[in-house]
């Protein structure tokens, strides 16, 4: 579906980043007025190479989202905010708690506030999280599914989601939060594995290095990352979000063993090894997760258009490409 943003002033959170630079990609190419704000702190995966070709387009902003007097000045003026900022990493939550709190939590009500305050009528979109369902009841997991987080990220992600929706319940403020299954495409993080497993499996394939698949009979979904562009972009332009929480799947499911075999096809070769789960991983591990995403089908018409073999080779032609300025 084409939405029109055309002359709109936009923020994003986290622009720099895998998802927000994508996004900006697709906004600046509906004549959007986008501005991006990042902290490019080294962890938490924003890099300048994300908008290479863009540059010229956007308007930067390195700043932390748990800056209150920056975020005062940032919202002001902005008819959609994408707050996609965000620390992903579930073993650094574990050995960094109060970081993570203070950027997935005490940062979202900061948010919230500045808008409260300075733009009570700007739509906000929020990136939640799968991780907040915790090891699952049934399968696939609608919205419904008791929300049992087993990592501190996810805890926090979720204290972060509803915030959203309180302000939406309480002061009417126009808030919508999408709930993201394992993304991947170009300008994913592929250093280490802070973001997804499958970055650093795709930059060790790329080496001529084997991977490791933990387990490999866990099942999941996984979203290209033009597709779930696409969900963000329909909760922002539609009234029917308002308020909501929908989950973002993707097609097919697969396991992770079937995910492996998938990359080195879509690579033309390579090699995996496999091994069971290194005991501190085991601990957070959720076992099975698919998503029922019918909701955010039914209510925003969303559908996902590329296939997990050809986004894993679209995503295998960006890094043969740029692999040295996401390494570095």
């Keep these: 579906m084409t939405l029109s943003y055309r002359d709109k002033p936009i923020l994003i959170t986290g622009g720099l980043g895998f998802i927000g630079s994508n996004l900006a990609r697709r906004l600046i190419d509906t004549g959007a007025a986008v501005t991006l704000v990042d ?10 190479h994300n908008i290479a070709g863009i540059e010229d387009r956007v308007r930067v902003n390195i700043s932390d989202v748990r800056d209150e007097h920056a975020l005062k000045y940032l919202v002001q003026g902005q008819e959609v905010i994408f707050n996609l900022a965000g620390q992903t990493s579930h073993m650094d939550s574990m050995q960094d708690p109060q970081t993570d709190l203070e950027i997935n939590a005490r940062a979202q009500l900061s948010i919230l506030e500045a808008c409260r305050k300075y733009n009570p009528t700007v739509k906000i979109v929020f990136a ?80 001529g290095n084997p991977f490791e698949v933990w387990g490999g009979e866990q099942l999941r979904d996984f979203s290209y990352v033009d597709d779930t562009v696409e969900a963000l972009l329909l909760a922002a332009h539609s009234d029917a979000s308002d308020g909501k929480v929908f989950n973002v799947g993707g097609e097919p499911v697969v396991s992770l063993l079937k995910t492996a075999q998938m990359l080195i096809k879509a690579n033309g070769g390579g090699e995996f090894i496999t091994r069971s789960f290194p005991a501190d991983r085991k601990r957070i591990d959720i076992g099975d997760y698919y998503a029922d995403d019918s909701l955010l089908r039914s209510t925003l018409g ?12 679209l995503t295998l032609n960006f890094y043969r490409e740029n692999l040295a300025r996401y390494i570095g």
Excluded: C
């Design 39 to 48: 902290s490019l702190i080294p962890e938490y995966g924003g890099n300048l």
């Design 128 to 207: 939640s999280t799968r991780q907040i369902y915790g090891k699952p009841d049934y399968l696939p997991v609608d919205e419904q599914h008791p929300l049992r987080p087993v990592d501190v990220n996810g805890i926090n992600k979720m204290a972060g989601e509803w915030y959203h929706i309180l302000y939406h319940n309480v002061y009417g403020m126009r808030t919508t939060a999408l709930r993201l299954t394992n993304t991947y495409g170009p300008r994913m993080r592929v250093k280490d594995a802070r973001q997804t497993f499958l970055g650093i499996w795709i930059r060790l394939l790329l080496e």
């Design 302 to 313: 969303w559908q996902p258009q590329t296939p997990l073999l050809e986004g894993l080779r």
